[in-house]
């Protein structure tokens, strides 16, 4: 027999009770990049030195003790993958952290100011119109390569980004009533600006930080591989997949490795920023 239960008999209690929904990508994603700062972080300091040669030339998976094999140098591929996702980690933190902070000023400043948004963010709108990946491409063929090229390429490119996604609900933010409250009180513009408006408006700047950190790592890996981003000896997962590549028919988990890297290490940090950007959402409803 069916047991039929009112709504009228449950509690009050448990009707109002909110219903914890489990987000699966949120957790995917954080643990992907939790294990990517791990690797990152604790790799170097275990393994050896990425240009520690051996007399094992491109010894596979498993062979000799090494668990991904060797390049034809007779380096570890671990050590070289790791490593590499250390530079990668450490440019891309770097770079989108500079072009956040800059990035969220300016557009803090064209909210306030019309001549300084008339002048400035036509300037960000004209980067805003290359692509990235070109945009990079062009401005490390003035800069040269090396790791400062590229922070400095990915900075520019994202500037304009974060000063476009700060400005809009800061604009929204100077038609409120307690700018005004605070402009009768005498407070200045910068304590209106970076101590009011900008703590209304931090929620949709981490949103976008998150979902850069995955594009700044695609972007600093094409550079690598390009011959445009970092220099060799130095490790970097889009140098080892380009000098892998010339090895796929011989020895195919010199390219494999590197590319797998890639992929899980953007979509980790993609799927934790889609994750924080649905939940922001969520909330603001």
């Known amino acids: 027999?069916?047991?039929?239960?009112?709504?009228?008999?449950?509690?009050?209690?448990?009707?109002?009770?909110?219903?914890?929904?489990?987000?699966?990508?949120?957790?995917?994603?954080?643990?992907?990049?939790?294990?990517?700062?791990?690797?990152?972080?604790?790799?170097p300091v275990i393994l050896?030195?990425?240009?520690?040669?051996?007399?094992?030339?491109?010894?596979?998976?498993?062979?000799?003790?090494f668990l991904l094999g060797t390049d034809q140098y007779g380096r570890s591929e671990l050590a070289r993958i790791v490593w590499g996702i250390r530079t990668s980690l450490e440019i891309s933190f770097l770079?989108?952290?500079?072009?956040?902070?800059?990035?969220t000023v300016i557009?803090?400043?064209?909210?306030?100011?019309?001549?300084?948004?008339?002048?400035?963010?036509?300037?960000?709108?004209?980067?805003?119109?290359?692509?990235?990946?070109?945009?990079?491409?062009?401005?490390?063929?003035?800069?040269?390569?090396?790791?400062?090229?590229?922070?400095?390429?990915?900075?520019?490119v994202y500037l304009p980004i974060f000063a476009r996604v700060s400005r809009a609900p800061a604009l929204e933010q100077m038609t409120r009533e307690y700018v005004e409250a605070e402009r009768s009180l005498g407070a200045s513009t910068a304590r209106i600006l970076f101590r009011h408006v900008l703590a209304n408006i931090w929620p949709v700047i981490i949103i976008q930080l998150?979902?850069?950190?995955?594009?700044?790592?695609?972007?600093?890996?094409?550079?690598?591989?390009?011959?445009?981003?970092?220099?060799?000896?130095?490790?970097?997962?889009?140098?080892?997949?380009?000098?892998?590549?010339?090895?796929?028919?011989?020895?195919?988990?010199t390219a494999i490795f590197p590319g797998i890297a890639i992929a899980l290490t953007v979509l980790g940090f993609n799927v934790l920023g889609d994750a924080v950007r649905d939940h922001w959402a969520i909330r603001g409803k």
């Open 95 to 103: 770079s989108i952290g500079l072009a956040s902070m800059f990035g």
């Open 1 to 43: 027999m069916a047991l039929l239960i009112r709504k009228s008999d449950i509690s009050s209690d448990e009707q109002s009770r909110p219903v914890r929904r489990i987000d699966v990508g949120l957790w995917i994603g954080a643990g992907l990049v939790v294990l990517v700062l791990l690797l990152g972080v604790l790799g």
């Open 48 to 65: 050896r030195h990425p240009d520690a040669m051996t007399d094992f030339y491109l010894a596979p998976p498993g062979a000799h003790g």
């Open 210 to 253: 998150s979902l850069a950190i995955s594009d700044a790592i695609l972007i600093e890996a094409a550079l690598s591989y390009l011959g445009l981003g970092v220099v060799p000896p130095a490790a970097s997962l889009g140098e080892l997949l380009r000098s892998g590549q010339s090895l796929m028919f011989t020895a195919p988990w």
């Open 107 to 156: 557009g803090l400043m064209a909210a306030k100011s019309h001549a300084f948004d008339m002048i400035v963010m036509r300037v960000m709108d004209i980067l805003m119109a290359f692509p990235a990946i070109l945009l990079a491409i062009g401005i490390m063929a003035m800069v040269g390569p090396g790791v400062t090229g590229v922070i400095e390429a990915i900075t520019i």
